[in-house]
Structures are given as C-alpha cells and as structure tokens.
C-alpha cells in the first residue's frame, strides 16, 4: 500500500534555528497538508497546498512557517526560527483528488521536532 | 463547523466488543462523520466515514441515527493492538482541512 513518508523522525534543534520538515506525499495526490501536535495535545491543522500555492491556512501557520514543493516529490515546512513552543510532532498528509474529504488523507508517520 | 463530544477514555477486554458514541448536534446537512485512530507516536489513520445509518468494512462499524446528532464506532472483539486513541471528526463534504478534538484514549487489557 503506498504511504506517505516524512524525514526526519526526530529533529532536535537550538532556539532561533531554521528546520526544514521533510514529507514525499503518495505518488498521485494533489492536495499536501500539514498538521502537528503538542505532546499531549489534539491534532492542529496548520496549512494545505495545491497547485503550488496555499489553499488555507490557520492561525497557527504565521510568518515562520513556509511551505513548498521543490520538485515532484517532496513537500517541505520551513520553520524560519525555531522557536520553544514549536516543539512538537509534525504530521504530513496528502489526498488524491481536487476536492478532499476526510476519507482520502493520508498521514505520515511525523516528525518530531524539540527545540532547546 | 460542528463540534463533537465523546469519551476521554474507555477500557475494555481482549475479544469484546467496544461502542464509542459521540455526539454532535450541531451537524449540518452536508457534513460527513469520520472517524479516525491514532496510535502512539504515530499519524492519524482513517477507521470509517457515514453520512447515515450503518457502515460497515473490515475494521469497523459505524451506526449514525436518523437525526444524525450522534454516531457510534463499533469495533468488534478488540485486540491489545487495539489499544489507541480515537477520534470522532464531523467533516463538511469537499472540505481542505480536518478538525480533531482530543478524541477517546481505548485502552485494551488482556
């Protein structure tokens, strides 16, 4: 079954650092998002991305934050300085279609990010 | 968007069967309900989706009444695998994000 992969699985970073969270959505879907949670915490949507540019985006996901797709496979969240409370595990997630729904996406496995 | 309730946590018994309700009253007339699990350390999978009365695959059931204010996730003769944290989404049809809450941590004994 194909799978949605993300590297790292653990990054550890200092304070005001740049991180780049990896993420290779399934090879035909079209809609890339990510999500992270807090240790403890709900799930969070932050963006989703289609057709190059950002389709939504929430609160969370400010200045930071970026998003890209440098070539046809990878999928990339640029946190530009890192910062405590960024310390959290980042979910990747992709679908296949135009038009999403909840029974399409597909999760990665994460990143988890500590920033000391 | 509707907001859902369920149980912060449930135990069961290896071979029985667990029912996880959640409600959601304010659901809306095209909104989906889907449910999804999440092991540790791990990304959310998707269990089952309805719009209404049964459905039924290989993992699970999911029975939603005819006024769709609650649905219930039916997962038959639990496993120790089982053991994970479960979350009930309302999720409106063509929609680009989805919206957890803290979902119910199952936790399955031997």
């Known amino acids: 079954e194909p799978e949605v992969t993300q590297t790292p699985s653990h990054q550890v970073t200092q304070m005001g650092q740049e991180v780049i969270l990896r993420c290779v959505p399934i090879?035909?879907?079209?809609?890339f998002y990510w999500y992270r949670q807090i240790l403890g915490q709900k799930v969070e949507f932050l963006v989703s991305?289609?057709?190059?540019?950002?389709?939504?985006k929430s609160e969370i996901f400010d200045d930071q934050f970026s998003v890209e797709r440098p070539d046809g496979s990878n999928f990339t969240l640029k946190i530009r300085s890192t910062k405590l409370e960024d310390s959290a595990m980042y979910f990747c997630?992709?679908?296949?279609?135009?038009?999403?729904?909840?029974?399409?996406?597909?999760f990665g496995p994460g990143t988890r990010l500590l920033v000391l | 968007l509707a907001k859902t309730t369920q149980p912060i946590s449930m135990d069961s018994y290896e071979g029985q069967e667990v029912n996880i309700t959640c409600s959601h009253n304010?659901?809306?007339?095209?909104?989906?309900i889907t449910w999804y699990q999440q092991f540790p350390s791990q990304g959310p999978r998707f269990i089952i989706q309805?719009?209404?009365t049964k459905v039924t695959n290989e993992v699970a059931s999911l029975f939603i009444p005819a006024d769709r204010k609650s649905s219930t996730l039916s997962l038959p003769r639990v496993s120790l695998s089982d053991t994970a944290v479960y979350y009930c989404?309302?999720?409106?049809?063509?929609?680009?994000?989805?919206?957890f809450g803290t979902g119910t941590r199952l936790q399955v004994f031997p």
């Open positions: 309805g719009y209404k």
């Open positions: 304010n659901i809306a007339t095209n909104d989906y």
């Open positions: 989404l309302v999720v409106p049809l063509n929609t680009d994000k989805l919206i």
């Open positions: 090879s035909n879907h079209l809609y």
């Open positions: 991305f289609y057709n190059n540019e950002i389709s939504e």
């Open positions: 997630a992709s679908t296949p279609g135009q038009f999403s729904n909840a029974e399409t996406q597909y």
